[in-house]
T-cell receptor, first 115, second 113 residues
Framework: KAGVTQTPRYLIKTRGQQVTLSCSPI?????VSWYQQTPGQGLQFLFE???????NKGNFPGRFSGRQFSNSRSEMNVSTLELGDSALYLC??????????????FGPGTRLTVL | LAKTTQPISMDSYEGQEVNITCSHN???????ITWYQQFPSQGPRFIIQ???TKVTNEVASLFIPADRKSSTLSLPRVSLSDTAVYYC??????????????FGKGTLLTVNP
């Protein structure tokens, strides 16, 4: 089975611009979560989508948004970029077998640099 | 959400057994304990998960005492390639709407030759 894929792998933007990152989960996985990782704050949960609905949201401003498509692929968007948005953005998918154990499968991440 | 506390860093040598302990005093009844491993510039990788007592797989063991307020990840005979950050997470995996994972700072394990 192919793993979680994220595109692009690297991105350079300037302040004020917006960016869209893409994530393709493992086939059959319906839950997709997004995380931001920075040296100072570590790994922080952004949001989780399940069956095209946002189920959970972390403590990030409204500039961070996302969506999930019917094929479970997900995108996240950051508008009005700030220098502090420079980070590794990770996507993770999970089969979420109800009542059972779970694990999240992470993609390689998108390294976003804001200049 | 249950908060976890683990050492910031640990040092070891090749061939040794390494035990990393995580405290989670406020763990809830439905919470499972999960450990992830992360190498630089890569996404975390699932290592092991458990609810109580002991769980063992091909790469690690997880020991959970009866009160579940802590857990210990045991890595047998570490090698240089085990140098990574290890995260302990506690979360509800019932698949319901309250599912969310909180990563702490993790433990940087450095394996020396």
């Amino acid at each position: 089975k192919a793993g979680v894929t994220q595109t692009p792998r690297y991105l350079i933007k300037t302040r004020g611009q917006q960016v869209t990152l893409s994530c393709s989960p493992i086939s059959g996985h319906r839950s997709v979560s997004w995380y931001q990782q920075t040296p100072g704050q570590g790994l922080q949960f952004l949001f989780e989508y399940f069956s095209e609905t946002q189920r959970n949201k972390g403590n990030f401003p409204g500039r961070f948004s996302g969506r999930q498509f019917s094929n479970s692929r997900s995108e996240m968007n950051v508008s009005t970029l700030e220098l502090g948005d420079s980070a590794l953005y990770l996507c993770a998918s999970s089969p979420l077998i109800a009542g059972g154990q779970f694990e999240q499968f992470f993609g390689p991440g998108t390294r976003l640099t804001v200049l | 959400l249950a908060k976890t506390t683990q050492p910031i860093s640990m040092d070891s040598y090749e061939g040794q057994e390494v035990n990393i302990t995580c405290s989670h005093n406020n763990i809830a009844t439905n919470d499972y304990i999960t450990w992830y491993q992360q190498f630089p510039s890569q996404g975390p990788r699932f290592i092991i998960q458990g609810y109580k007592t002991k769980v063992t797989n091909e790469v690690a063991s997880l020991f959970i005492p009866a009160d579940r307020k802590s857990s210990t990840l045991s890595l047998p005979r570490v090698s240089l390639s085990d140098t990574a950050v290890y995260y302990c997470l506690v979360g509800d995996n019932s698949g319901g709407s309250n599912y969310k994972l909180t990563f702490g700072k993790g433990t940087l394990l450095t394996v020396n030759p």
